[in-house]
């Protein structure tokens, strides 16, 4: 049985009392008073089908741990803007997304599917108005996969601050091999008592013990993700992040002035508890799409999403746990750190490069060691540069996205590299920037 529910916008076109009891439950579940009031902008009067399974029904039936009805998909017509509200919603519900459309791809609402409800609810007036500014047939414009999921599946913010997740240290283990520079550390926690689940390219907040020196507890700091959603032991029951020392002179005392949390995070124990909030971020989300092309450049610490996206691309076991991801795309890899035993992670990397030539690509700057064409160090914008027009070519594939993680300023050097490649097809870069900006495909995350 296929039904369609609309939130919002073109509820308008529907009346309350030609529903059926059952229906306008789960319509008034999906009551418009709660929705944005802006849909009247351009972009909010983009409508996207979401294909939903497992909706409870009603208020009691949410509070039940099994959904009522398990078979059959309801259609939920959303604008733009509460798209976000109603993922949640359905998340709450019980629901499970199982595809995300723009509305014109698929047709307005009402021929999409076969048994729509024609009849639902008296919008309050906030929520009626978008409605005359928002026809069915809005302008074309495709959603990326990268958007859709942000919008979707995505789990945020499960723990808050003021009851974070107690997770144990499995594991506290050194990445920094001999002769490197500063201590990075690989460290993995328990998941497995609560409900703290995320996806690959997301982060978690950490509170560190103690207090700052007004008495007050600390304030979180957040750390990127550096395992897959199924955890280092595939057992999706944990989290694991790359945490470097930060360690500074002080600029008028010359004293070394260790970082916070991130001391107390390079020197736990397992078996340490650790306040974990999270999970946050939806920049740094891979496309679901096996066939893209993943343009990934990092700084240190800021590869920790990279290995998530690695593992679930590349790892024989990811690829078993994941049969709807068997990445068959191309995954370039740029990656700057100071010395060669400063390459986090760089077995795996190799490993990966040896096992899948075609689709796996790596490239140091390693800054100390390796001269740039000047003579200068190698910092990964001197990379950048010199494969400028390779990674142009690319990132003209619709199915391009990149991403870049790691120490803030990164993107200017990276910015005067593309400039180059794009002026040669007469292109502004800053502009073109922008543009995947808009389309999902370019993602940035540094600090
Ligand atoms: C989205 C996101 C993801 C992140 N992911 C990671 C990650 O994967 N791995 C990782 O290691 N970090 C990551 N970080 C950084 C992390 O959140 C912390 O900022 C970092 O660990 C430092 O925190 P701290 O408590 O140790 O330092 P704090 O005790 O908070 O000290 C930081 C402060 O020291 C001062 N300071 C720092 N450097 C200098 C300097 N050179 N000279 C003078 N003053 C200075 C500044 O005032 C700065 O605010 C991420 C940050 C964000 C926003």
Redesign the pocket.
Known sequence: MRRVMTVGSVALCFRRTQLGLESQKILDMYNPSVSGGNASTAAGSRLFLYEVQGLRQNAEADKSSTPIRKSGSVFITVPYTRMNQEMQRIARLGGKIVSIQPIEAVGTASNAVPTPITAPVAAPAEAVAPAQTAPTTTKKKPMTQAAAKAASSVPVNLYKPNSPYIGKVLSNEPLVQEGGSGDVQHITFDLSEGNLHYVEGQ?IGII?AGTDDKGKPHKL????IASTRHGDRLDDKTVS????Q?E?KH?ESGETVY?????YLCNIEPGDDVKITGPV?KEMLLPDDPEATIIMLATG?GI?PFRAYLWRMFMEAERQANPDYQFKGLAWLIFGVPYTPNVLYKEEFEQIGEQYPENFKLTYAISREQENAEGGRMYIQHRVAEHADELWDLMQKPNTHTYMCGLKGMEDGIDEGMAVAASKHGVDWVEFRKQMKKAHRWHV?T?
């Open positions: 982060s560190p700091r957040l750390y990127s992040l790359c945490v470097r930060l500074y600029p970082g916070t949390c991130s001391t971020g610490t920790a995350e600090y």
